[in-house]
């Protein structure tokens, strides 16, 4: 473990990237580049060539899961600080470490340090961004563009229609009231009894929606 | 899956639903059942299906694809209405057409249970699975194919009895039922008679028959009505005599089961029973005279929950057929 002891708490520290090997010696701050070697990850040429320079490419996932590609994308672009989470705690991490900093931070802390670095950017998603991961990106003022394959299988879970037969048997217990029905209203009680008793299997059940 | 696992699954499905639903089923609907529960198997020549239609099922893979087409909720309403329809138009009976729905019907969802999904929303591509995740879904010919299957065929031991009886039958049989003796003493009309039993007279409509009206005052003399009282009378207003043709008894010793669940009057105060008689005068009181005069087609049934609905039913069905009574009699006749 490499543990920071400056007073400065390692704020004033460039980003060191998984650069160990990037020597750097400046003793600027982040708003001032320093001098000397400092190698200024920003301009750098993107790895994947298949995107304009600028473009994000992560893989598909969940909402934390793509913001947690995103950071480490920027943090490869050198766009980003580690040391701004408050979960890397000052110190000097490299990719796996960060990786288990950005899963420890909240979404919303990460999703504040990634805000100004992917405004404007497009981000190419390499599948499916379900759930609230694409909305996620979106808010952030990022242009999200999936890459989907022909012949790829889309799937739509049906287990919610449990949920909507729970709701129909609990309205049919009035209804068998009102008609004055009592194997109706056994019936249906029954009915939602069993829905709402195994309703933690249906949850359970359900097609993970960030998957 | 397998033919077995869907034809189970349909069986149970149908059981299932007539239980719990205001239909019951005769062996036809049961055969229907069967075979739409393998019919979306068409589309794939590999299949037990496939293999009988040959050529046929190629064309359907070639043009649909397997899980496609046939296994949408398109065909199961084009099928459930040309089909169904016709079984319904050919047998006159509304249970074949709900078969071959709930048989097509649950080979769809059957298959919403496999790993595969199935495209239920054709010509849309999108897989419809249930449940949602691949580790709890059934994978075809594998171990959790037998165990649905077993499931399958538990369930449909389970509602099958229920179907025969209905959820209402179920529900009143479990409530129970107190038990009464007494003697006629009077015969209103076909369905009205008047009970002796613990030293009073009590008035007793019988349960689900509605025999023609012949005694009340606003109505006319009912199609049959005459009849069904005569029936009433002679069965229930027997004299019994001793060997010397002394008249030991008036009216004739019955018994009256009134559930317990549900009102035990109707609305004119007249107790609601089920009269049996001792017919082979051993003490058993086991032949049900409401069921008695639905079969010689002397009352029709009533249209609300109780005991024996779907025994009436079957055995107004039966008469219907046979033109007995009423049936004959009164043509135009309303069938509840």
Not at chain 1, 81 to 94: A, S, T
Not at chain 1, 132 to 142: C, H, P, S
Not at chain 2, 113 to 137: C, H, K, N
């Amino acid at each position: 473990m490499d543990f920071d002891t400056s007073k400065s708490n390692g704020r004033d520290r460039r980003p060191s990237g998984r650069g160990a090997g990037f020597p750097d010696f400046s003793t600027g701050s982040v708003s001032r580049p320093g001098r000397g070697f400092d190698t200024p990850r920003r301009h750098r040429q993107p790895r994947n060539g298949g995107e304009r320079t600028g473009d994000f490419r992560i893989p598909a996932g969940a909402r934390k899961a793509a913001l947690v590609h995103l950071a480490l994308a920027a943090w490869r672009e050198g766009l980003l600080d580690p040391k701004e989470l408050g979960e890397v705690r000052g110190r000097d991490v490299d990719e796996a470490g960060l990786q288990r900093a950005l899963y420890r931070s909240s979404m919303g802390e990460i999703e504040h340090v990634l805000g100004p670095i992917v405004k404007g950017r497009k981000v190419v998603v390499e599948g499916h961004l379900a759930g609230t991961g694409r909305t996620a990106i979106e808010r952030l003022g990022a242009e999200v563009e999936e890459l989907r394959l022909e012949d790829e299988k889309r799937y739509i879970d049906m287990t919610p229609m449990i949920f909507v037969v729970a709701a129909v048997a609990m309205a049919v217990r009035y209804v068998s009231l009102g008609l004055d029905d009592q194997s109706l209203y056994i019936l249906a009680g029954i009915a939602f009894a069993l829905m709402y008793g195994l309703r933690p299997f249906f949850f359970k059940m359900q097609r993970p929606r960030d998957e | 899956m397998k033919v077995a696992t869907h034809i189970i699954f349909g069986e149970c499905c149908l059981f299932a639903a007539s239980a719990v639903s205001d239909f019951h089923y005769e062996t036809l609907s049961v055969l229907a059942a069967a075979v739409c529960s393998v019919l979306p198997d068409a589309d794939y020549p590999k299949s037990w299906l496939g293999h009988q239609l040959g050529s046929i099922s190629e064309d359907l893979y070639r043009a649909f694809g397997h899980r496609s087409f046939l296994h949408s909720l398109l065909a199961l309403v084009l099928l459930t209405t040309t089909l169904g329809f016709l079984l319904w138009w050919i047998t006159g009976q509304p249970a074949t057409m709900i078969a071959v729905g709930v048989g097509y019907g649950s080979h769809l969802f059957a298959d919403m249970m496999t790993l595969g999904g199935v495209q239920l929303f054709w010509p849309s591509r999108l897989i419809a699975v249930f449940p949602g995740r691949d580790e709890y879904r059934v994978v075809s010919g594998g171990n959790s194919e037998r165990v649905f299957v077993a499931v399958a065929l538990i369930f449909a031991l389970l509602f099958y009895p229920v179907s025969r009886v209905g959820f209402d039958g179920l529900i009143y049989r479990m409530g129970g039922a107190d038990t009464l003796y007494g003697r006629v003493t009077k015969v209103t009309d076909g369905d009205t008679i008047e009970v002796e039993t613990q030293g009073r007279s009590t008035p007793v409509r019988l349960i689900g028959v509605d025999a023609p009206e012949t005694v009340a005052p606003d109505q006319p003399i009912g199609c049959y009505g005459p009849q069904a009282s005569d029936y009433t009378k002679r069965i229930l207003y027997e004299r019994e005599t001793d060997e010397e043709g002394r008249v030991v008894r008036e009216g004739r010793l019955v018994k009256l089961e009134i559930p317990r669940i549900g009102d035990s009057e109707d609305a004119y105060g007249r107790t609601l029973a089920y009269v049996y008689l001792d017919a082979d005068g051993d003490g058993s009181y086991e032949r049900l005279f409401n069921e008695d005069l639905i079969k010689q087609g002397l009352a029709r049934t009533t249209d609300f929950s109780h005991t024996y609905r779907r025994e009436f039913e079957r055995a107004r069905e039966e008469a219907e057929e046979r033109g007995a009574g009423l049936w004959s009699a009164c043509p135009e006749v309303e069938t509840s």
